[in-house]
């Protein structure tokens, strides 16, 4: 008996040994031929294949790799995956570029897309609050909209990581509230559950998501933003991003748009916010292809490149358009310093 338990007290002994040697070649990662570019669930849809397909394209041509393509369905995994040496590279939200800089300060950022002047000063996209238009006078009061009118109101949130999503709006509603008696001690938490602000609140898991979550009636608001649904609607009235206009579901919208095809919602608030990054794990990646992709993303191949920016004007789906000068355009760590200051 003694020597059994000698025995499974060594084997024991050799599982714990692997696994921490496994454990451990994994956190310290590895440079190889294979580059892995993880992406959001809102650039996971199948209508977003012929653009993700072009950027791994350009990347195997500029580094000689392979490049492989990890699709995911949930903000976390995305992050996850590249904090824990999984990826090499991602497509992701400022959130989530600081989250991931938090749990691997091995994450840079490579470049994010330009405004249309071609810089900086206008990288921006816009996080919206919208209702479905024949409920928009309930968001009024004395015939402006209104964020006193959310309260006790369903909600949809995109993910707690998601920067337009959650952080932008979640700021957005604590700071308005902050003079109000009742909701003075409000925080961004409260707002992720039914009860203390909002009836019920719901988490779309992408943008597309949270937009389809109002349009078929399972909350009364929602939140999301202007790029990731671009694709799908557009302007029936009033102003481009901003309070009061009325946009529509195209009626070729692909999925998960097809279901609320012809379906109109109007925006009660828009907020800026920065452009979000292309980000890369300097452990797995290496000094040398990180240099090679940030100079291609920059040059004016790639900013001219119609499957990588597709001309406004086109039917075409993609990740980014092109209206004037937009292109990628290399940027620091210290750029997000705005949207660290929304968390805390």
């Known amino acids: 008996m003694k020597k059994k338990w000698c025995v499974l007290a060594m084997l024991f002994a050799s599982i714990l040994l692997l696994a921490a040697c496994s454990d451990s070649s994994a956190e310290s990662g590895e440079v190889d031929d294979v580059i892995d570019i993880v992406w959001y669930p809102n650039e996971s849809g199948n209508d977003m294949k012929s653009s993700r397909d072009e950027i791994g394209s350009v990347i195997e041509e500029a580094t000689g790799k392979t490049v492989e393509h990890h699709l995911t369905t949930d903000y976390a995994i995305a992050i ?71 309260v006790d109101k369903s909600f949809s949130f995109v993910s707690n990581s998601s920067t337009s999503g959650f952080v932008v709006p979640s700021s957005g509603i604590v700071d308005y509230f902050a003079d109000h008696e009742e909701y003075g001690d409000l925080t961004q938490e409260d707002l992720m559950e039914g009860g203390p602000f909002f009836s019920q609140v719901l988490f779309g898991g992408s943008h597309q998501g949270s937009a389809v979550n109002l349009l078929n009636n399972s909350v009364e608001v929602a939140a999301f933003c202007d790029t990731c649904v671009e694709s799908y609607v557009e302007l029936a009235e ?63 191949e790639i900013a001219n490149n119609e499957k990588i920016f597709v001309p406004e004007d086109s039917d075409a789906s993609g990740l980014f358009y092109k209206s004037a000068d937009e292109r990628f355009v290399p940027v620091e760590d210290e750029w997000f310093n705005p949207i660290r200051e929304l968390q805390n």
């Open 80 to 150: 996850e995956t590249l904090v824990n040496n999984n990826a090499d590279l991602a497509f992701m939200g400022a959130v989530g570029y600081i989250e991931a800089k938090n749990g691997n300060d091995a994450v840079e950022p490579i470049v994010v897309p330009s405004g249309p002047s071609g810089t900086l000063d206008d990288a921006i996209y816009h996080s919206w609050l919208a209702v479905n238009v024949d409920e928009q006078d309930n968001f009024k009061v004395d015939g402006e909209f209104s964020l006193d009118t959310i």
């Open 238 to 300: 009033g102003d481009a991003n901003s309070p009061g206009a009325v946009y529509q579901v195209k009626d070729d919208a692909a999925e998960p748009f097809n279901t609320v095809t012809g379906k109109e919602f109007t925006l009660i608030s828009v907020t800026p916010v920065l452009n979000a990054p292309f980000a890369a794990n300097l452990e797995v990646i290496g000094e040398e292809d990180y240099e090679t992709i940030q100079e291609l993303f920059a040059s004016d």
